[in-house]
């Protein structure tokens, strides 16, 4: 597949999104774990040393469910509502993997970013939360990266099938460019690979994203 001219990524003027990579996803013996997210985040953790190294934005895009099951998708707020404990405020379970922190002390800030602030734990580096699946949905997501500078999102995480699916669609809809990293993303298959094609998401892996950030002047792969 060929991108074009309106979709060929501009990895220079990317910004890399992680997607629901916390415990309670990610862990065995967690409530809600979605398997085969532990296994991408090796690749996640190249993926944001080279953001890093890069000085790009890093957002890690978050969910974080009231005990009383306020604000949970309707699909899983009876099971909150019963008593089943997940994503809960200052709990283990909702941080984001160790792995993926910049810092130790890289705790989420539940009442600000439940506010809906960006909290900054690095350099350029952030965490928000979403409500819904997409990340564009009753966030601010949108206007913080256009005062990044940025056009270009490169997304990894958990579980394609909800979250970064809806948040690719919701980016396509607002004209960013758009790189699928296929092998730091849990719960791929190859007929949602076909539905990215379809609209023009490039599908990289690791090391080409990587390989990108290191050499900015190099033109994106045309896939």
Same mark, same amino acid.
């Given at each position: 597949?060929?991108?074009?001219?309106?979709?060929?990524?501009?990895?220079?003027?990317?910004?890399?999104?992680?997607?629901?990579?916390? &415990?309670?996803?990610?862990?065995?013996?967690?409530?809600?774990?979605?398997?085969?997210?532990?296994?991408?985040?090796?690749?996640?953790?190249?993926?944001?040393?080279? *953001? =890093?190294?890069?000085?790009?934005?890093?957002?890690?895009?978050? =969910?974080? *469910?009231?005990?009383?099951?306020?604000? $949970?998708?309707?699909?899983?707020?009876?099971?909150?509502?019963?008593?089943?404990?997940?994503?809960?405020?200052?709990?283990?379970? $909702?941080?984001?993997?160790?792995?993926?922190?910049?810092?130790?002390?890289?705790?989420?800030?539940?009442?600000?970013?439940?506010?809906?602030?960006?909290?900054?734990?690095?350099?350029?580096?952030?965490?928000? *939360?979403?409500?819904?699946?997409?990340?564009?949905?009753?966030?601010?997501?949108?206007?913080?990266?256009?005062?990044?500078?940025?056009?270009?999102?490169?997304?990894?995480?958990? &579980?394609?099938?909800?979250?970064?699916?809806?948040?690719?669609?919701?980016?396509?809809?607002?004209?960013?460019?758009?790189?699928?990293?296929?092998?730091?993303?849990?719960?791929? *298959?190859?007929?949602?690979?076909?539905?990215?094609? &379809?609209?023009?998401?490039?599908?990289?892996?690791?090391?080409?994203?990587?390989?990108?950030?290191?050499?900015?002047?190099?033109?994106?792969?045309?896939?």
């Amino acid at each position: 597949m060929t991108l074009g001219k309106y979709t060929l990524p501009h990895l220079a003027k990317s910004a890399l999104v992680t997607i629901d990579t916390q &415990n309670d996803f990610s862990l065995p013996g967690s409530p809600a774990l979605i398997p085969g997210t532990m296994e991408v985040v090796p690749n996640m953790v190249r993926l944001l040393d080279a *953001y =890093r190294s890069a000085a790009r934005p890093i957002i890690h895009v978050v =969910r974080i *469910y009231q005990p009383d099951g306020s604000n $949970v998708d309707l699909c899983r707020r009876e099971a909150v509502e019963s008593g089943v404990i997940m994503l809960a405020p200052g709990s283990h379970g $909702v941080q984001l993997v160790d792995a993926l922190k910049p810092g130790v002390d890289s705790r989420l800030d539940t009442p600000r970013l439940l506010a809906g602030e960006f909290q900054a734990v690095a350099e350029r580096e952030f965490i928000m *939360y979403k409500p819904r699946w997409g990340s564009f949905y009753q966030t601010d997501l949108e206007h913080f990266l256009r005062r990044q500078g940025c056009d270009t999102l490169v997304l990894c995480g958990c &579980n394609f099938p909800n979250c970064p699916r809806a948040t690719l669609y919701q980016a396509s809809e607002r004209d960013f460019r758009l790189v699928l990293v296929v092998d730091a993303i849990s719960q791929l *298959y190859p007929q949602g690979e076909a539905e990215m094609q &379809n609209i023009q998401v490039a599908l990289l892996r690791t090391t080409e994203v990587i390989d990108q950030i290191a050499s900015p002047a190099s033109p994106s792969p045309e896939l």
